[in-house]
């Protein structure tokens, strides 16, 4: 399938097995965006199916796949869209099964938007977790970055490095000047499922106390209360606490690694971001299959 050059390219150090879920498992709640009730499935899938969400509320139980190309921009949030069919904020979802590595999964659910639970992924994780996670018969490839790509957005910016390690490492420098209420912080890992699970899974969405008055005007958010998530004023987190002095930053990098998840691919390099979000992580996964597109059209003819 793969000369050798590829081999080393697409199977950096020793190439692992792809993973799915053993047994469905529930998770149910309402969405932090518009309050529905959901109850979602995560449900086994076979080799190379990758990740598919699954309209259960709908005729014909439309599908949508996890993939960059099926993205539609919206704020604050990352959705999928095919045909008339949405799935919303599936940022968290898709951050718990990329940082557990679990490659093929259906998620079945009942609403547009994903359940909000405490505004992290540790909830999904830990359902996952629950499920048991099996290897499969198929190897998972990667696609390591051979040289740098950098994306910017007036004075945002994320770029992937080449890296010499076998996992890719995260770098978010949080900085949004000196009259916000939310402090400059840098924080920095390197990704195994260990320490995604311990350090990023449990770092909660956060905004500003006038950004979530404004979106209730709008009818935004009516059903979350303060301690669903981070709302911070210039006292700090309003009725609730930090569970990190930094966990903004490592909330940035949970929705960087489940936004990079939409490659369908795992990516290793280094990352680093200033100020970066959904938008920016987006165009960095459509650059960096830009650049390897080679490699799915060897895919695709083999």
């Not at 590595?101 to 999904?124: K, Q, R, V, Y």
């Not at 009725?239 to 990098?253: G, L, Q, S, T, V």
Request: with cysteine; hydrophobic share 40%; charged share 25%.
């Amino acid at each position: 399938m793969f000369q050798d050059g590829n081999l080393r390219r697409f199977y950096p150090g020793l190439p692992r097995r792809q993973r799915t879920i053993a047994r469905p498992v529930v998770v149910e709640g309402y969405g932090l965006w518009w309050g529905q009730d959901v109850r979602v499935e995560f449900r086994p899938a076979p080799p190379n199916q990758g990740i598919v969400f699954v309209r259960r509320d709908l005729p014909g139980f439309p599908r949508i796949p996890a993939r960059i190309e099926y993205r539609v921009e919206s704020p604050r949030r990352t959705c999928l869209q095919r045909g008339d069919v949405r799935v919303e904020m599936i940022e968290h979802v898709m951050a718990a099964l990329a940082g557990l590595e679990i490659d093929n999964c259906e998620i079945w659910t009942t609403a547009a938007e994903m359940p909000g639970l405490d505004g992290s992924s540790a909830p999904l994780v830990a359902a996952l977790q629950k499920a048991g996670i099996v290897e499969q018969n198929a190897l998972q490839p990667s696609l390591r970055i051979e040289r740098a790509v950098r994306v910017t957005e007036g004075d945002q910016w994320l770029e992937v490095r080449p890296t010499t390690s076998e996992r890719s490492v995260f770098v978010y420098h949080l900085d949004y000047g000196p009259s916000s209420p939310i402090q400059p912080q840098v924080f920095g890992f390197t990704f195994t499922s260990n320490a995604f699970t311990c350090q990023i899974s449990d770092a909660r969405t956060f905004l500003l106390r006038s950004e979530a008055e404004s979106l209730r005007q709008k009818g935004i958010g009516r059903r979350t209360s303060f301690r669903d998530l981070l709302v911070l004023d210039q006292h700090g987190p309003v009725d609730n606490c930090f569970r990190y002095p930094d966990e903004c930053a490592r909330h940035k990098i949970l929705d960087m690694i489940g936004d990079l998840a939409l490659a369908g691919i795992p990516i290793v390099g280094h990352f680093v971001a200033y100020r970066s979000g959904h938008r920016l992580n987006a165009k960095l996964t459509e650059m960096v299959l830009a650049e390897h597109r080679a490699f799915f059209a060897e895919r695709k003819c083999a």
